[in-house]
C-alpha cells in the first residue's frame, strides 16, 4: 500500500499549538484511496525542518508529500501554487534563526511550482463547503524553506496548504478568522483523497490580478 | 422555569441558509441555568420582524431575550452594545423594502444599550476558546432594526449577537471567514449561560478607538 | 459673517502628528460660503477636550461645528452617523485615563445623531474624487466622546469626521492606509461647504447590513 | 546619459485611468542621478503587452527598466520581489484573453528575481514618509507576466512596482485605500533613484510569515 506523508509543524511565534501539526496528527494511519497517511511533525527551525524530512523520506519512501503549516490571518485552506529560493525572516524561528534574502539551494532554481493539482483541490474543497483558495505565496518563512526543499528533491508529488488559526488561538488575536479543528482535518482528508484521485490538474481559473 | 427567547432569522441577501437560525434552532428545548432556550425565527423583513418577535414575546413572556444575526465577514461572535433609531437598507429585505434614514420609532431615543453583559460574554466566550468581541454597531439593516425595536419594548433583558458565515457560505465568498456550526451552537449555549449568571457586567475594557 | 468651528486633536497613540489638526489648521481663516472657518485644537483628554471646546464656542459663537479626529486603519473620509453615550477606552487617553463603560452625560439619552447632511458630504465628496463613507460607529474613545458633547449642548448643527493616517504616518505602519494632507484639506474644505449648503440631507443610501 | 525607461499599463477592469501610466508619464524626460526617464504605456493584454516592450527596449536599449502596475486594493507602494513563469487569469485582459495556468516562456525558469534594490527601494520610500513594502507576489495577470517577461529577457537591471488606486478611483470602490498622484509620481522617482544608487540592496528584512 503507497503511503501520503503528511507534515505538520512545531508551535511558533508565541503560539501553544501549531493547527497544522494537530490536524495532520488525526490523520496519521488512515487510509483511503488506496493509501496509508502517515503524519510526521517538523520543527519550525531553517535548515532542521529539511533534515527532519529528508529523514521521513528515506523512512517511508511515500507516493506523495504535502506540507502542512499554520497561516495566521488567512481565513481559508489555501493551496499554495509555488515556492521560492529565499529565506527572509520577519520573525526568528525555534532555534533564534533570522535569515534575511538567503538562498534556500544556492544551485536551485529560483522557485518550484507544486506537483500537486491546487485547482482540483480548491475546486473539491469548496464543493463539500469548506472555504479555499489557490495561493500565489507561501511566504518567505519555514513554510516556504520547506516547500521549496521538498520539490528541490525531486521526489514524489509534493505540495504544501497553509490552514488558519484554530479558534481557541483566534480567540487571543481578536478580529482573526479561524477554522475548526475538524473543519480542518477534513479538508486534510480530502486533499489527500483528490491529490490521489487527480493526475491531472483542473482547468479553471485560480489568478489574482497582482 | 424560567424561557430564554432566541432568534434568528430566515436567509437574505441571497443566501440559501442563515447561521443565526440554524444555531439558535439547535438550541430550541435545551435546558441551561434554571431556564429553558425557546428557539422562533424571524423573518428578514423590516416590521414584519418586529410583529412576530411581538408575538412571540407574548406567547413566552420570556425572562431574558437574545437575537441573533448573521454577520457575513465578520470572523467571531461579536456581541453587539448598541442599536440606534435608524433603518438604512443597503439591500432589500426580503419583502423587497429598503427604506433610506427612516426612524424605528417615531417617538424613540437615538438608540438603546444592550441589557446584556456583553464584555462577560466576550470573556466567557474567549476562556472557553471561541472568537468573540464586543462590536460598536450592529448595522443599519434588519439585525439593528430588531435589536432597537427589542430594546424600546422595555420588557426583559435583551440584546443581540452577530455571528459569521458558516464554512458552507464562505465557500461560495472566497476570502471571507467562517466559524463552524458547532461552534456557534456552542457560542450562543454559552452566551445564554454566562447571560443567566452575571447580572451586572465585568468591569473590563471592549472598546475601540474609532 | 458666520463662524465655522472645525477642530482637529493633538497626537496620541504614540504619533508624532495628528492629521486632523495638521488638516484642521490650514483652513483656520479661509472664508466659504458666506462663513468663516476658525480652527482649534483639543487635547485627547476624557473631559478636558470637551472644556476646551466649551471655551471655544463661548468664544466663539460658531453656526456650525466639524469635529475631526484621526481613524488609524480606515480607508477614506468617514462622517459619522452617530454618537454614544459611554466612555470606553481600548488605550489610555494622553493625560493616562482609561475609562471603562462610564456615561459621558449621566443623564443624557444613549446617543445623538449628527446634525450635519452626512449624505450629502459623502456624495460630494465622491463626486469630487475623494473616497469618503459614512460611519455607523465613532469608537468609543475621545473622538466619540467629543461627538457626543458636542451634539449634547444642543447647540449649533454639528457633526464629527473621521480621517485616514497621513502617509508619512502609514509608513510606519505596514499595510495601513493613508491620504495626503492635500487630500484631507480639500476634503475638510469642501465638507464644511456641503453642509452649509444642504440644510436637509439627501435621501440616499448610506448603510451597512451589520 | 543613460535611459531609464518606466512603463505604465493602460486601464483595464473597467476603470478610465490606470494610475501606473499615469504617474509614469508625469515622469517621462525627468533627469536624476545621470540618467533620463522614458515613460511608455504597455496594453494591458496578455503577449502584446511583451511585444511592445520589446520594441521599447530595442529602439532606447535602457540602463534599467522599472514596469509599474496598478494594485487595486492594496494600500501602500508595493515593490515586487519575484515574477512567476505562469499566466491565470481571474478577470479578461483588454483584448478579451483569459489564459488558464500557462507558460510564459515555454523553456524559462519557473520564476525570476528582480534584479532590483528592493529592500533599499521600499526602506527609502519610507524614510522620506511614502508608505511601502516589499510583495512576495504580482499576481498572476498581465504585470506577473510583464515582470517575469522582461526578466527573462535578461537584459538591463529591472524589476516592477505595483501602486494603489488614485483618490478619484477609490471613490468608485468605498472602502478601498488609495494613493494621491503626487505621491505616486514621488514614490516612481524616488524608487528610480534608489535604484541608480544601490548597485548592492540592503541587508534588512522584508519577509512574509506565510
Not at 507534515?7 to 503560539?15: I, M, Q
Not at 503524519?39 to 523512512?59: I, K, M, T, W
Not at 520573525?91 to 533564534?96: K, R, Y
Not at 463547503?129 to 520539490?151: D, E, K, R, W
Request: net charge neutral; with cysteine.
Amino acid at each position: 500500500m503507497k503511503t501520503v506523508l503528511l507534515t505538520g509543524f512545531e508551535p511558533f511565534g508565541g503560539e501553544t499549538v501549531n493547527p497544522s501539526w494537530e490536524a495532520a496528527r488525526r490523520l496519521d494511519g488512515v487510509q483511503l484511496g488506496g493509501a496509508r497517511i502517515v503524519a510526521r511533525q517538523l520543527p519550525c527551525v531553517f535548515g532542521a525542518a529539511l533534515a527532519a524530512l529528508d529523514g521521513h523520506l528515506a523512512e517511508l519512501r511515500p507516493a506523495m508529500v504535502i506540507a502542512v503549516g499554520q497561516a495566521g490571518g488567512r481565513a481559508d485552506i489555501s493551496v499554495e501554487r509555488v515556492a521560492i529560493n529565499i529565506d527572509d525572516a520577519r520573525i526568528a524561528d525555534n532555534a533564534g534563526q533570522q535569515p534575511i534574502d538567503r538562498s534556500i539551494a544556492v544551485d536551485g532554481p529560483a522557485a518550484y511550482f507544486s506537483t500537486l493539482p491546487i485547482k482540483a483541490i480548491v475546486a473539491g474543497l469548496r464543493a463539500r463547503g469548506i472555504p479555499a483558495s489557490v495561493s500565489q505565496t507561501a511566504g518567505t518563512f519555514v513554510c516556504n524553506h520547506v516547500m521549496y526543499g521538498l520539490l528541490h528533491r525531486r521526489g514524489p508529488r509534493a505540495g504544501f496548504i497553509h490552514i488558519p488559526y484554530l479558534p481557541e488561538q483566534a480567540a487571543q488575536h481578536p478580529g482573526a478568522p479561524s477554522m475548526s479543528l475538524d473543519d480542518c482535518v477534513a479538508a486534510l482528508k480530502l486533499a489527500v483523497e483528490l491529490a490521489l484521485a487527480h493526475r491531472q490538474d483542473l482547468a479553471v481559473e485560480g489568478g489574482a490580478t497582482h
